[in-house]
């Protein structure tokens, strides 16, 4: 069945950088485009970042664009999200989704405090 599984999450003072990573399997990853959410407790979830599935097109929120990189290793089925220059903002619970599969993973908590 379809796994995503998130990591790298943390806690991090403004400013800092922190790496997510999310392992997939359970389906042919190098052929999905490939998304990351983030989402406040009381809030919708919301569209982060987004990377075809060759890796050749990226899209961004306006929130994380210039700050944030997706990319992606086909050949390790596995996402990632390079945050830097983060922002108290920044703080959510942060999940990966292969585009049209109806599945999520557990999420990673990223906390920007001081």
């Known amino acids: 069945q379809v796994q995503l599984v998130e990591s790298g999450g943390g806690l991090v003072q403004p400013g800092g950088s922190l790496r997510l990573s999310c392992a997939a399997s359970?389906?042919?990853?190098?052929?999905?485009?490939m998304t990351w959410y983030r989402q406040v407790p009381g809030e919708e979830r919301e569209l982060v970042a987004l990377?075809?599935?060759?890796?050749?097109?990226?899209n961004y929120a306006d929130s994380v664009k210039g700050r944030f990189t997706i990319s992606r290793d086909n050949a390790k089925n596995t996402m990632y999200l390079q945050m830097n220059s983060l922002k108290p903002e920044d703080t959510a619970v942060y999940y990966c989704?292969?585009?049209?599969?109806?599945?999520w993973g557990q999420g990673t908590q990223v906390t920007v405090s001081s």
């Open positions: 990377i075809n599935s060759r890796g050749s097109s990226t």
């Open positions: 359970g389906f042919t990853f190098s052929r999905y485009s």
């Open positions: 989704q292969a585009i049209g599969l109806p599945a």
